[in-house]
């Protein structure tokens, strides 16, 4: 177990590498000024090239890489070309609301996967699985886009039951912009959370609706029932098989929300990651779109190995690679 | 018993009353305003993205030497007094120009405004060796007040500016520079990022807060130096929804008061709910503009009128709900600077086939051009369906038009670059579609028609050469009559039109779309619009 610990943390290194390489070059590679953030459309070339010279970017892309990694490392992430403010803060603030909305969508969509899936599996073939099998081929297929605003139409302009857009109260009489679990800032996380849970859920059902289906074809599970165990005992030996998938799979899913959910912060003004790249993207602003980048990356890196240490803890065979 | 029984209900009737009206007068008046940014603008003295900006960041807590006035919605705006209570060019030496400033005006910190902080923040935008240098400010207006070679204190209430040459329009540049306190900067240990959460100006307004991408809190400046401007509201507060459907929805439900630039598709239901869509004349083209290099198809001029005379702009209008009026120029024709101009700009077909059979051009011997256009983005209005639009109408009168389409912070890129250079001659691209703000006769005039400001040097896209309108600019600049200026400026535009230098399609109109608790809003003819004015 330490050894394959080690192994994996060693892994970690090498991809957190290329992760830094491809969080600072992917940006170069697409069209348009990094000064478009701060010069106006028709700043002369002299004021252009001042702003080149007092940002560092008129120096070669390896020497600017050189800098910027090695900043990077020591925990300074820049300072946005746009606002001036620093990288740092502009990102964590912004991850810890997307952790919030992709943790709640996250658990919305395994739950309902879960639940769905197992029934579907228990029932191949039968009404209930056509019904969750149908849910799951919609959630995965669905624009988050349409839905999002499908959902506010509804549930804010129709009903007026919750709010169309943002992250809480925030006003100055109310202590401030941060988060709290209470139901004022709750009701503005369930549609985005709702809109974003559809594809994890549309996953997780499949997932586990063929584990469940698998497991249960097995000669253990004959066993189980030829020894005469409840419905509910054999149940949990076929939980306990599928745990390690579902729990690969939900951490994959949470990676993804962390990074994929541009569309559905912008729809609901979800002042997240997703939002704060579609800014940092449109004006070009690039070291907050390289440093956003790099922590997403770099949580998704995290978040794979927390989940490869867990499932030796969680499925004893893993311990033997 | 009765009458004390009367007296009992009469108290029990008249008290829930008396306590409402006394919580109504002390209760803070609050307008919750969707703005289209993804993030609130520059807080330090200049904000950033573009003239529209200024609305929320800029004329809110800063105030120019030289305003405009954006609190009046019936006629075009004009240069009115502001920490300048006035300024004349220099008879002898008309580079020269004093400034008379405001006495008494206090920052938001308490310090006083005098010419020493004048001089401070012009170094502030101008001057690299100055502490106070501040790039990102810098970066935003230099490149609008490009006429400044010099400055200097003359006395703690006057303030002597030259100009590079004479330049009678010098005083348009000045809404563009804002003031703010050198105090509050020393106070905050020189540090901009600071001064960005507790800015201080002279405005109508106070930052109260500032929740980067989240919102701006404004509350009202009760000592404020012009009553005029006194805010009606107490606090404003500004929430950047860049996306259009959302903002709308966000108002539906009640989350916030107004919003700018409701999506056409939704004016309809607005309207149905009680929502008021304000707009008005706004200073902004939406045009093709030609290159006039040679190679380039637009080089003879019927082929460019012949464009022009092809768009019907009427069914445009229509495309956007309403949200637009045609172009029958680069200004509208309430502009002083409109002029009469001879060609007049209308949809008619006949013409403009006319014109192309004499340019040797048909339906079935189409003229090929390649146009450059964005996907989207501000001031792009709705870029592709109005470009298709366009290349149908084009494609009528035998002008078959193909487009390269990029994102808008590329197209600008294209724009800067001038239509001579490789990455547009050298692809064949001889038209770019812009968005143009045409606040005043700089932006609208100057930069798109004198031979000085061909790319690279300014915007100058096409390329445009002509010695006569260049001597003409020249007089504008030594012109310090109003009405002899406009009359001038009035004779560039005609020019323009005469010579068909752009195809003009719409002119953008800036649309609000109020809840009923907004009960005042003057929306001016600017993109400078004066949030004082919102009374709910």
Redesign the interface.
């Known amino acids: 177990m330490p050894v394959y610990l080690l192994r994996r943390l060693l892994y970690t290194l090498p991809i957190a590498l290329g992760v830094t390489l491809l969080s600072f070059l992917l940006v170069y590679l697409a069209p348009g000024d990094p000064l478009n953030a701060i010069a106006p459309a028709d700043a002369p070339a002299e004021v252009v090239s001042a702003l080149k010279s007092a940002y560092g970017l008129d120096k070669p892309l390896p020497v600017q890489y050189g800098l910027w990694l090695a900043r990077a490392v020591q925990g300074d992430l820049g300072v946005s070309i746009a606002s001036g403010r620093a990288v740092r803060s502009e990102v964590l603030s912004a991850v810890r609301n997307t952790l919030i909305l992709a943790a709640f969508a996250a658990l919305l969509g395994m739950v309902a996967g879960v639940v769905l899936g197992a029934i579907a599996g228990n029932h191949i073939g039968g009404a209930a699985d056509r019904f969750a099998s149908g849910l799951s081929v919609l959630g995965v297929s669905i624009p988050h886009y349409w839905l999002g605003l499908v959902l506010t139409i509804i549930f804010s302009v129709w009903l007026d039951w919750l709010p169309a857009m943002g992250a809480g109260p925030g006003s100055s009489a109310d202590g401030g912009n941060a988060w709290a679990w209470d139901w004022a800032h709750f009701r503005h996380l369930i549609l985005p959370g709702v809109t974003l849970c559809v594809i994890p859920m549309g996953i997780v059902t499949r997932t586990v609706r063929a584990l469940v289906a698998e497991t249960l074809q097995q000669e253990f599970v004959t066993a189980l029932w030829a020894r005469g165990l409840s419905r509910l005992a054999v149940f949990r030996h076929v939980a306990k098989n599928a745990l390690p998938t579902i729990l690969a799979v939900t951490g994959l899913q949470l990676g993804y929300l962390m990074g994929g959910s541009i569309l559905v912060e912008t729809v609901f003004a979800w002042p997240g990651t997703g939002f704060l790249l579609n800014t940092a993207i449109f004006q070009r602003d690039i070291p907050l779109l390289q440093g956003t980048i790099l922590v997403l990356c770099m949580f998704f890196v995290a978040l794979n190995l927390l989940v490869d240490v867990l499932q030796p803890l969680i499925d004893p065979r893993m311990r033997r690679i | 018993m009765k009458s004390v029984l009367r007296q009992f209900k009469r108290i029990s009737l008249a008290l829930p009353l008396a306590m409402t009206l006394l919580h109504g007068a002390g209760a803070e008046t609050v307008a919750r305003y969707g703005i289209s940014m993804?993030?609130i603008p520059?807080t330090?003295g200049q904000p950033?993205r573009?003239a529209g900006a200024y609305q929320f960041t800029g004329h809110t807590l800063y105030d120019p030497l030289v305003a405009w006035e954006a609190n009046i919605g019936t006629r075009p705006g004009k240069l009115v007094p502001g920490l300048a209570t006035g300024w004349k060019s220099d008879a002898k030496e008309p580079k020269k120009w004093i400034f008379t400033l405001r006495k008494g005006v206090k920052f938001h910190d308490g310090s006083s405004f005098d010419a020493d902080a004048v001089v401070w923040n012009l170094d502030k935008v101008l001057n690299?060796k100055s502490p106070q240098y501040d790039?990102?400010q810098?970066?935003?207006v230099?490149?609008?007040i490009?006429s400044i070679a010099s400055y200097k204190k003359v006395s703690d209430t006057v303030v002597e500016i030259t100009t590079k040459d004479v330049d009678a329009l010098f005083p348009y540049q000045l809404p563009w520079f804002l003031i703010s306190s050198p105090a509050q900067w020393e106070k905050l240990g020189h540090d901009?990022?600071k001064v960005?959460f507790q800015p201080s100006g002279t405005g109508p307004f106070r930052l109260?807060?500032l929740?980067?991408?989240?919102?701006a809190?404004l509350v009202k400046n009760t000592a404020y130096w012009d009553p005029k401007r006194l805010a009606k509201t107490d606090r404003i507060?500004l929430?950047?929804?860049?996306?259009a459907?959302?903002r709308a929805?966000?108002l539906?439900?009640?989350?916030v008061d107004l919003i700018e630039t409701p999506p056409p598709d939704v004016l309809p239901q607005l309207q149905k709910g009680g929502f008021k869509v304000v707009t008005n004349v706004t200073p902004h083209v939406w045009p093709y503009h030609f290159s006039t290099q040679p190679g380039s198809p637009w080089t003879d001029i019927r082929v460019r009128k012949a464009a022009n005379l092809a768009v019907d702009r009427d069914a445009i209008v229509k495309l956007l709900n309403g949200l637009a009026t045609p172009a029958k120029g680069q200004l509208d024709s309430s502009s002083p600077w409109f002029g009469k101009p001879k060609f007049v700009i209308k949809y008619d077909l006949a013409q403009a086939r006319a014109l192309m059979a004499q340019a040797g051009y048909s339906k079935d011997k189409p003229l090929k051009a390649k146009v450059i256009i964005a996907q989207g983005?501000t001031g792009q209005m709705l870029s592709l369906p109005m470009n298709e639009f366009i290349q149908q109408s084009l494609a009528e009168v035998g002008i078959a038009v193909e487009f390269e389409v990029?994102?808008?912070?590329?197209l600008?890129?294209h724009?800067?670059s001038g239509a001579k250079a490789d990455m547009n001659a050298g692809k064949g691209i001889t038209a770019i579609n812009l968005g143009y703000v045409t606040a005043d006769p700089f932006y609208a005039l100057t930069?798109f028609i004198d031979s000085r400001y061909i790319a690279?040097?300014?915007?100058n896209w096409g390329g445009f050469s002509d010695p006569k309108v260049d001597a003409v600019l020249d007089q504008i600049r030594t012109t310090f009559d109003t009405k002899k200026q406009d009359a001038l400026l009035a004779s560039i535009h005609q020019t323009m039109v005469d010579q068909a230098l752009m195809l003009w399609v719409v002119h953008d109109v800036n649309p609000h779309a109020l809840s009923p608790k907004v009960k005042q809003f003057v929306q001016a003819q600017h993109w400078f619009q004066d949030l004082t004015t919102i009374g709910m």
């Open positions: 993804a993030d520059l330090t950033d573009g690299d790039a990102k810098s970066a935003q230099r490149p609008r490009p901009w990022s960005a109260d807060k929740v980067p991408r989240e919102r809190e507060i929430l950047p929804i860049p996306d459907l959302t929805n966000a539906l439900s009640g989350q983005g990029v994102e808008l912070e590329n600008y890129l724009w800067r930069r690279p040097n300014g915007v």
